[in-house]
């Protein structure tokens, strides 16, 4: 029973169900990667792309916990959180971090070498997005190019290359994430001027942070209409990134520079609906086409 709530206080500790938010991009790149090349991924490789993003992502979730410990403790939002409270510990933390490199590792040697070869890349930006805050505040944007290895990482996985459609992707989801990871940072603001961390909110303040955020969603949503140039992709693909963009709107209405109280809507539930709506939509239209 123990092991079990151990296992559980981990998951909890990562945010596991957030994982949801690049999953589904994952499978947008394979399916991209499937729809150029003509073939369809087999049931393995689906398998180990799967599993290696689940131990990438929860790596640089666990690494994060730990790196941010101290800083968690001092802050009321985040003062709860399992490290700080004890309900894990460093060691338990760093065991789980080892674990998730090593799955990561593994999956990437079982898709192909290329992805092996790169995947050192991708933990270097996993462990350099915990540390980002303490000296820039372009750490939204290194976030982004975390989780914008998972369509590119799924397209290498099942070409072997890397294509521009993965690319193009990969930038969306960028600009996607840091945008989101904006709005999230505004809750910390004054904690995070008060103890010299530095975010795009702590930089410029409310109003312009916002602005910033419309920017990257707005070019976001221009990098998936340009993904319409991919042989295969045509009005239903195009009618998703609509009802996306409809959404990031709806979002942006809910975070407003005097009313930050939607702002738990706005993360969890709008970005979650984007990244499966916009791929659900590209697997129908891939075969639909």
């Not at 941010?68 to 510990?89: C, F, K, L, Q, Y």
């Not at 933390?93 to 079982?110: E, G, H, K, N, Y």
């Not at 799924?154 to 290359?161: E, M, N, S, V």
């Not at 942006?252 to 979650?272: E, Q, T, Y």
Request: net charge negative; charged share 10%; aromatic share 14%.
């Amino acid at each position: 029973m123990l092991f079990f709530e151990k296992i559980h206080a981990l998951m909890s500790m990562i945010k596991f169900s957030h994982t949801v938010f690049a999953f589904p991009f994952a499978l947008m790149g394979a399916t991209l990667a499937s729809l150029v090349s003509g073939t369809t991924p087999t049931t393995m490789q689906i398998i180990w792309i799967c599993l290696a993003m689940v131990g990438a992502r929860s790596a640089a979730m666990a690494l994060n916990r730990i790196v941010d410990a101290m800083i968690d403790a001092e802050n009321p939002r985040t003062e709860s959180r399992h490290i700080p409270t004890g309900a894990v510990s460093y060691y338990e933390a760093w065991l789980f971090v080892v674990a998730s490199i090593i799955l990561l590792l593994f999956s990437a040697w079982m898709l192909n070498p290329l992805c092996l070869k790169l995947s050192p890349i991708a933990l270097f930006f996993l462990v350099l997005y915990s540390y980002c805050k303490r000296f820039t505040f372009l750490a939204h944007i290194v976030l982004g190019i975390c989780l914008a290895a998972a369509p590119v990482g799924a397209w290498i996985a099942l070409r072997g290359d890397i294509g521009w459609p993965a690319i193009i992707l990969g930038l969306a989801v960028l600009f996607w994430v840091a945008g989101f990871d904006v709005f999230y940072a505004l809750q910390d603001l004054e904690f995070d001027r008060e103890k010299g961390l530095f975010s795009i909110p702590a930089q410029f303040g409310i109003e312009r942070s916002l602005i910033f955020v419309r920017i990257f969603h707005v070019v976001m949503v221009a990098l998936l209409l340009s993904l319409l140039l991919v042989p295969g992709l045509g009005w239903i693909y195009f009618f998703g990134v609509v009802i996306v963009a409809g959404l990031l709107v709806y979002e942006h209405k809910l975070v407003m520079p005097d009313d930050l109280s939607g702002l738990d809507a706005a993360f969890f539930n709008m970005n979650g609906y984007i990244s499966l709506l916009i791929f659900c939509f590209t697997l129908t239209d891939t075969l639909l086409t």
